[in-house]
């Protein structure tokens, strides 16, 4: 459960982020409620996966894997361009993440 807890966190993560670029300096409502909703839902779900994962586990799968998400949704909504540096660099994200999961004593699992 832990584990789903920290996926809805980070794509509530992802939605937030993606939805400030949206609201325009918080000039739109909808995709500003979207940002204060998915910030808090992120937030109060991570406090909740802090219970059972150590701290700079869980935050550097919610970060790593947020930071993937939102190249991602950046290219696929916004037009934004990913380089060959940038690929390169978020599958070492995957790569570290993956890592963590598979081999990493640290993390409870």
Known sequence: MTYLYLLIAIISEVIATTSLKASAGFTKLYPSILVVVGYITSFILLSFVLKSIPVGIAYALWAGLGIVFVAVAGYLFFDQKLDLYAILGMALIITGV?????????AEH
């Open 98 to 106: 993956l890592i963590i999961n598979l081999a990493s004593t640290s």
